[in-house]
């Protein structure tokens, strides 16, 4: 899935965040490469979410930086977008409306054309005109994927994005997610506390410390996709990063 493994995506500086008296993130340093699909895990309450919002502009750090291809991020940017568990599909636009939305500088047939291209990339063709309340959980996932492709981010941030879904579709959408980044190269970034979804989809997992967090553990995988997380040796990793949260099997 790396593109360019020379290049540094995203470069991480010594991130520091305190809310009150209460430290939360306590020098995290990490880089990112160009192309590079990088799930964070650790223990609940680490400050996960808090150093998500910093890399994506939504929170400023007390010290240190974040940049992004060499510039410093002091607000949100198009270059990334984030699709967190929450959802974000507006629930009076149809799919293809929600898909236009975020498109600017374009003629209306040709924003309709490209919303058309992505909702039959995610797998919505023939549900084009359907509002979200007419579309089942997992159909909902991918509208609010396929708006955050449409207007090409160099860099996508997932927060728990598979979280509310059951089983059977949250595998459906990892391999949907999977089946997406070899068509189109993004870098991904995503927050998970699922190891198996991290092992799953990650060409490198950072492990979290409790709060104030840093990086504790990285933990690189090798194995090419499709890949089995039952594989005898990511069983092994999956153990080690259970370990190093504290958890046994």
Known sequence: MLHNPAATKIAVEGLHKQFGELPVVGGVEFNVRD?????????????????????????HPDRGAVRIGGDVVTKPSPRAIVISQHGAVFPWLTVRE?????????????????????????????????????????MLKRVEIARALVVKPEILYMDEPFSALDALMNLKMRNELLRILQEERHTVLLITHDVEEALYLADRVLVLSPRPTRIQKVFEIAHPHPRRVSHPELQEMKEAILAELGLTV
């Open 98 to 138: 929600n898909l236009m939305f975020g498109l600017q500088g374009k003629e209306v047939g040709d924003k309709a054309a490209l919303a058309d291209h992505y909702a039959e990339m995610v797998g919505l063709k023939g549900f084009e005109t359907s509002y979200p309340h007419q579309l089942s959980g997992g």
């Open 35 to 59: 192309g590079e699909f990088v799930a964070i895990v650790g223990p609940s309450g680490c400050g996960k979410s808090t150093l998500l919002k910093m890399l994506a502009g939504f929170e």
